[in-house]
């Protein structure tokens, strides 16, 4: 069955520095997505991504984040300047079309990223 | 007002019980609806799609009010594995290509 996968699983990183987590979404999916959980909280929306551009972005992916699909089968998040706040695990998810058309979303099993 | 609310729980329930929980979203155009599965830091696994007319797939049965901006999720005959998070998912056409996620709502089943 076609996954999504991601790197690293988990990463720490001291506060400041700059973190890149990987996902090669499922190969014939069009839309991706970033979401983040935060310990014990629910699943927050961070970006989406469609056609090598945002599609959509909430209030968290400020100027710290940014995502970018580097060749044909990565689709990369990255924090620059790491807070402890922004430890938690990241998941990448992709959809073979947009939410509009009402199509599930299928996740990878997430980037733990602990920042010290 | 949250997209989508849900009840935390905890339910902790014995096995072989029926068990339901609800979720209910904000947005009255939203359009499409999902039950997600997530267990203990792992990521959220599609369980089923929720469709108008109610939909079942072995224990579990889905369904939709629209009138009252509801979904539901019955679990029956509780087995052990059925331990973790539910998550009610919602997307909204006229909101973008984002899905909403409730808190979730975690069950356990007791032996």
């Known amino acids: 069955e076609p996954e999504v996968t991601q790197t690293p699983s988990h990463q720490v990183t001291q506060m400041g520095q700059e973190v890149i987590l990987r996902c090669v979404p499922i190969?014939?999916?069009?839309?991706f997505y970033w979401y983040r959980q935060i310990l014990g909280q629910k699943v927050e929306f961070l970006v989406s991504?469609?056609?090598?551009?945002?599609?959509?972005k909430s209030e968290i992916f400020d100027d710290q984040f940014s995502v970018e699909r580097p060749d044909g089968s990565n689709f990369t998040l990255k924090i620059r300047s790491t807070k402890l706040e922004d430890s938690a695990m990241y998941f990448c998810?992709?959809?073979?079309?947009?939410?509009?058309?009402?199509?599930?979303?299928?996740f990878g099993e997430g980037s733990w990223l602990t920042v010290v | 007002r949250k997209e989508v609310e849900q009840d935390p729980g905890p339910f902790n329930v014995p096995e072989g019980a029926t068990v339901a929980f609800n979720c209910t979203y904000s947005?009255?155009?939203?359009?499409?609806f999902f039950w997600y599965r997530q267990d203990c830091r792992k990521e959220p696994k599609l369980l089923m799609s929720?469709?108008?007319s109610g939909n079942e797939d072995g224990r579990f049965t889905a369904q939709l009010n629209r009138a009252s901006q509801y979904i539901s999720l019955l679990i029956r005959d509780s087995k052990l594995s059925d331990s973790a998070t539910y998550l009610c998912?919602?997307?909204?056409?006229?909101?973008?290509?984002?899905?909403?996620f409730g808190t979730g709502t975690s069950l356990t089943v007791i032996p």
């Open positions: 998810a992709s959809s073979e079309a947009g939410a509009r058309t009402g199509n599930t979303i299928y």
């Open positions: 190969s014939n999916h069009l839309y």
């Open positions: 991504f469609y056609n090598n551009e945002i599609s959509e």
């Open positions: 947005n009255s155009a939203s359009q499409s």
């Open positions: 929720v469709y108008s």
């Open positions: 998912v919602v997307s909204n056409p006229n909101t973008g290509n984002q899905f909403y």
